[in-house]
């Protein structure tokens, strides 16, 4: 497996903000965590890969990222002078998983994880070059791409 990198990653906010999310570990399988300055530990977002071998001998590869919400003051705030410790209001995970077939071949891979990016990139009936994802580009650049989450889902890097 290639060795674990920071990765800048962006939210959806008007101005977007930048989270870095760093790695942990790579021991059993490779973890990052946001270390965002003024957020306890359980608030950080956190970043998960994983290469599951099935009974049928095909793979299960899986991305989760947990996105905590924290609580935020009421109208009274620290009226009373005691102000609360942030705490976590709740978690909002996403988990892409993809089935590999042992007989499955780079291209095909590449091409799934290609496709899943245009549904996920906001894909209509009238999908136009203002999605962002253009067709034969986007193969070649998923089939190049040396990211670590792109090599996850294509190569099939399975932790040593």
Not at 75 to 97: D, F, L, N
Not at 111 to 138: C, D, F, R
Request: hydrophobic share 45%; charged share 15%.
């Amino acid at each position: 497996m290639a060795a674990m990198t920071n990765l800048l990653i962006k939210d959806d906010a008007a101005t977007p903000a930048e989270t870095t999310l760093v790695p942990i570990t790579d021991n059993p399988e490779p973890v990052w965590r946001a270390q965002t300055a003024g957020v306890p530990f359980e608030g950080q977002m956190t970043l998960r890969q994983s290469v599951i071998k099935q009974k049928n001998g095909n793979y299960k590869v899986s991305l989760k990222l947990e996105v905590p919400v924290m609580e935020t003051l009421g109208a009274s705030g620290s009226s009373a002078g005691y102000v609360a410790p942030p705490k976590v209001a709740y978690v909002t995970p996403i988990i892409v998983s993809m089935f590999v077939d042992k007989r499955s071949t780079l291209a095909d891979r590449a091409n799934t994880y290609k496709l899943m990016m245009a549904l996920l990139n906001g894909a209509t009936a009238v999908t136009g070059a203002s999605q962002g994802i253009h067709n034969g580009a986007v193969g070649d650049i998923v089939k190049n791409n040396q990211s670590l989450t792109v090599q996850l889902f294509r190569d099939l890097i399975l932790a040593s």
